[in-house]
């Protein structure tokens, strides 16, 4: 089975307060720089890096260790960290100091300004970039459901904005983000890059914020549509899904299996409805692009990969996973209940609660995640 990796970007915030912190480059110092966090656009969130794992376990035992790693980062700094993905609470952040950066906030203005977003990028291994461009043209139909499975940003600058993933459409307004075309070949991946660099409207090649994409650095294919969940368990989560739609793909492209081909306008107004109403409404269905009950879509998602999952014994656990994040609804749904109850500082406060607790049905549940968190607790302490 392949290799795969996540990176979550967090919030730094005020235990207090709930109001985010400019302490990321403050936090790297006192960790020592380690290579699995560094920092980001804004001061005020910090990213996190697992290995490559190569199951389930593994994977949320990483996401427990480098989440438990930044929070403790932070506490040294007086802050701590909060699997957001937008700040419920209104914030004028700080750029990162960076020669890169500082072009991009003078060249994107209030786009620049305003960023300060936090999302989870998925990444799995792929033999080569022809192989890794196969399965971004079959995988395109089927991200607006990892959206929708991960909402989490349902306030932008203290206002209750509608959605559940507000982050998709703040991260839209950059003008190299979002869906793409067919490419057919990697040869026209990289003519679409040198293409868009060549118009001078994006920096270079770490700007293109497509919705999927060929890594720079390593031998991945990376998914980068989702917000970063409130619990590290739904982050195992996607990242599981995640890897089986890519090996799904590859398995298509290998069987001469056609891209769907689904038009950039199509796919803008799935993601836009899963961005929107997330698991509580409709979504546009993967394959027949007409709306159906969120559940429908996520099903459908499931049994697309569900021969991969079996392979590897990951059906089961998945399907239970899924379940439960139906039930109880994703971060947006958390948040909002928890701001209703004490306003938009109590959001926060509750994300601080539950950005490294052990929750999620991964197995045996709760005593397979407390496990996983001792032993990333017993590495950290290592």
């Given amino acids: 089975m392949r290799t795969f990796g996540v990176e979550e970007e967090l919030l730094v915030v005020d235990p207090t307060t709930g109001q985010a912190l400019p302490l990321a480059d403050r936090m790297l110092a006192v960790a020592g720089r380690p290579q699995d966090m560094s920092h980001e656009f804004k001061l005020e969130q910090i990213e996190i890096q ?17 989440r438990r790693l930044a929070d403790r980062a932070a506490r040294a700094c007086g802050g701590r960290i909060a699997a957001l993905a937008t700040s419920p609470l209104p914030v004028e952040s700080s750029l990162t100091p960076n020669d890169r950066f500082a072009r991009m906030n003078h060249e994107f203005g209030l786009i620049s300004r305003e960023q300060l977003t936090c999302g989870l990028h998925v990444h799995v291994g792929v033999d080569s970039p022809e192989e890794g461009v196969a399965v971004l043209d079959r995988i395109r139909e089927w991200l607006p459901v990892l959206v929708a499975l991960t909402g989490n940003s349902p306030y932008w600058f203290g206002i209750d904005t509608g959605y559940s993933s507000f982050r998709t459409q703040a991260w839209n307004r950059w003008p190299s983000s979002g869906p793409q075309e067919v490419y057919g070949e990697a040869g026209a991946y990289r003519e679409r890059v040198d293409a868009m660099i060549a118009t001078g409207a994006i920096l270079d090649e770490g700007m293109a914020y497509f919705d999927a994409r060929l890594s720079r650095f390593h031998p991945t294919v990376e998914i980068r549509v989702a917000d970063v969940p409130l619990l590290a368990a739904d982050s195992a989560l996607v990242a599981v899904l995640v890897r ?31 961005s929107r109403s997330g698991l509580d409404g409709d979504l546009v269905h993967p394959a027949t692009f007409l709306p159906v009950p969120a559940a429908d879509a996520v099903d459908a998602l499931l049994a697309h990969v569900a021969p991969v999952l079996r392979e590897a014994d990951e059906f089961r656990r998945t399907e239970r996973a899924i379940a439960e994040v139906l039930a109880r609804g994703t971060g947006a749904r958390a948040q909002r209940l928890a701001a209703e109850a004490g ?6 406060g509750m994300a601080l609660e539950r950005t490294a607790s052990p929750e999620g049905t991964w197995d045996d549940g709760s005593r397979v995640a407390l496990s996983v968190v001792r032993r990333a607790s017993n590495f950290l302490s290592a």
Avoid: F, K, M, Q
């Fill in 50 to 66: 697992t290995v490559p794992c190569r199951d389930h376990d593994e994977i949320l035992s990483a996401l427990y260790a480098g």
């Fill in 343 to 348: 306003g938009l500082a109590a959001a926060v």
């Fill in 244 to 274: 089986a739609l890519v090996e799904t793909a590859a398995r298509e492209a290998n069987d001469g299996v056609a891209p769907l081909g689904t038009s950039v306008a199509l796919l803008r107004l799935a993601a836009w409805r899963a």
